[in-house]
């Protein structure tokens, strides 16, 4: 997909305000470093969110799974770096 319109994105998330929220939250994500669910191709982390969505590969659970391991990772790294 060389382009990601709001209609690719529509099918997949009805409500615009939701998708709005859900694509900053993801863009957010990448620009964090989280693992990227399609291949990147030198996109910025609002196009890339937006290209994952167009394809339906984000969903509110999977960004909240996706914030807890990363929690889990800072927690252990933190605890390592302690010790």
Request: charge should be negative; proline fraction near 4%; include cysteine.
């Amino acid at each position: 997909m060389a382009r990601v319109t709001v209609e690719d994105c529509v099918r997949y998330y009805p409500n615009r305000f939701e998708m709005i929220v859900l694509a900053s939250k993801r863009a957010r994500q990448v620009l964090n470093g989280l693992p990227l669910l399609l291949d990147d191709e030198g996109h910025k982390p609002a196009v890339q969110a937006l290209r994952e969505m167009g394809e339906g590969h984000v969903s509110w659970e999977l960004l909240f799974d996706m914030d807890e391991q990363e929690k889990l990772r800072l927690q252990g790294a933190a605890e390592e770096e302690i010790e």
